[in-house]
C-alpha cells in the first residue's frame, strides 16, 4: 500500500488523556475527534513524549509554568525535543510532508500558542536553529472531546488541507 507521507507531530496527552494531571483531563482515553480527523485523511501521528509524566510521574500535582521551570525540569525538555527535531529531520529527508505540531494551550509544558511552554520553547528552538519552518496549532484550553469541540475540529481541517 502506498503510504501519505504526510506526518503530524502532536502532544502525548492527544493520545493518552491517563497521563493528563488530575483532574484536568478531557477525554476518557485519546481525544476521539482529533484523531478521527487525522487517521480521515490518512495523516501519520507522530506522538510527543509527555515531559510532566517522565518528570513526576502519574501522581502529579498540577503545576504552573513557573513551578516547572527548574534546572532539571529545563535540561529534560531540552533532551526530548533534541531528539524530537531529529526525528522530525528523518522525516524531512526521507520526503515526507511535515504537517505542523499540535500542542495544548495553556499548559505550562506544551502550550505553543499565547505564552509557550517550557517543552515547546525548547522544540520551537531547536527547530529555528535547524531552519525547519512547521505549522503550529493548540488544543484550546476549552475543548473537550465530544463537547464543544466543533469550532477547533473546523480549525483543525483548515490546518491540515
Known amino acids: 500500500m502506498d503510504r501519505s507521507k504526510k506526518v503530524i507531530f502532536v502532544s502525548h496527552c492527544i493520545l493518552n488523556q491517563n497521563t493528563v494531571v488530575y483532574p484536568l483531563a478531557r477525554a476518557k482515553g485519546a481525544y476521539r475527534d482529533i484523531v478521527t480527523e487525522l487517521m480521515n485523511n490518512g495523516i501519520g501521528i ?3 513524549p509527555c515531559p510532566e509524566y517522565r518528570y513526576l510521574g502519574l501522581k502529579r500535582e498540577p503545576m504552573t509554568k513557573e513551578q516547572y521551570e527548574t534546572e532539571d525540569f529545563r535540561r529534560l525538555n531540552k533532551g526530548i525535543a533534541s531528539d524530537a ?5 528523518e522525516y524531512i529527508s526521507s520526503g515526507y510532508n511535515m504537517l505542523g505540531i ?9 502550550s505553543i500558542n499565547g505564552e509557550k511552554g517550557i517543552f515547546m520553547e525548547e522544540l520551537l528552538c531547536g527547530l529555528s536553529e535547524e531552519d525547519i519552518k512547521l505549522r503550529l496549532i493548540d488544543v484550546p484550553s476549552d475543548y473537550y472531546d465530544g463537547v464543544r469541540g ?6 483543525l481541517r483548515d490546518f491540515i488541507e
Open 102 to 110: 499540535i500542542g495544548i494551550n495553556e499548559s505550562p509544558t506544551c
Open 46 to 48: 507522530h506522538q510527543l
Open 150 to 155: 466543533e469550532s477547533f475540529i473546523k480549525a
Open 85 to 89: 527535531v531529529r526525528i522530525i529531520k
